[in-house]
Antibody, heavy 122, light 110 residues
Framework: QLQLQESGPGLVKTSETLSLTCTVS??????????WGWVRQPPGKGLEWIGS???????HYNPSLKSAVTLSVDTSKNHFSLKVNSVTAADTAVYYC??????????????WGRGALVTVSS | QSALTQPASVSGSPGQSITISCTGT?????????VSWYQQHPGKAPKFMIY???NRPSGVSNRFSGSKSGNTASLTISGLQAEDEADYYC??????????FGGGTKLTVL
């Protein structure tokens, strides 16, 4: 059974880089059947799509975050990662990693990690 | 890209039906039949409930159904049960090859 687990610092200082890793078990990040992505949720607020990456490392990013975000895949460690540069308090959120599977014509977020709270503070 | 518009809250009694709307634009909801819905219980990760406007993944109850008219998609839950109480989010593919979520709707089962 597929499991996704986010890991990384729970506290990041303002203007520094937020880095999270999503370790995949029960599946392979190098599979051509799936893409991988990140969604965040500020405390008490709604979901925000951050971006997605394919097994071939083709990426798509939220236009409002694009200049600050980088996604990558490490097939040797079977994990994928998120970096957000120059963070502010507005980047405080629960960060979810997720698998995207093909349903019909598109890839949808069908399997999610439990989420990791990252707080940005000076 | 702007978030899709959902009502902040809806409520219904057990056994009743409720509908949650999700309004976007011709660049997202109205332009594609690629709307999905997610259920999120407090402190939990979202759960994939509907894709391609009206299709249910295996394992999702047939009490959940989706539809779309123009720039507005809808999620209907029939035969409300206590365990349906949760937050619900719509999402749509966009002309920019990106995804956008709605602001979320809190469903209260009275």
């Amino acid at each position: 059974q597929l499991q996704l687990q986010e890991s990384g610092p729970g506290l990041v200082k303002t203007s520094e880089t937020l880095s999270l890793t999503c370790t995949v078990s029960g599946g392979s990040v190098s599979s051509s059947n799936y893409n991988w992505g990140w969604v965040r949720q500020p405390p008490g607020k709604g979901l925000e799509w951050i971006g997605s990456i394919s097994y071939s490392e083709s990426t798509h990013y939220n236009p409002s975050l694009k200049s600050a975000v980088t996604l990558s895949v490490d097939t040797s460690k079977n994990h994928f990662s998120l970096k957000v540069n120059s963070v502010t308090a507005a980047d405080t959120a629960v960060y979810y990693c997720a698998r995207l599977s093909r349903w019909g014509d598109l890839y949808y977020f069908d399997n999610w990690g439990r989420g990791a709270l990252v707080t940005v503070s000076s | 890209q702007s978030a899709l518009t959902q009502p902040a809250s809806v409520s219904g009694s057990p056994g009743q039906s409720i509908t949650i709307s999700c309004t976007g634009t011709s660049s997202d909801v109205g332009g594609y039949n690629y709307v999905s819905w997610y259920q999120q219980h407090p402190g939990k990760a979202p759960k994939f409930m509907i894709y391609d406007v009206s299709n249910r993944p295996s394992g999702v109850s047939n009490r959940f159904s989706g539809s779309k008219s123009g720039n507005t998609a809808s999620l209907t839950i029939s035969g409300l049960q206590a365990e349906d109480e949760a937050d619900y989010y719509c999402s749509s593919y966009t002309t920019s090859s990106t995804w956008v979520f709605g602001g979320g709707t809190k469903l209260t089962v009275l």
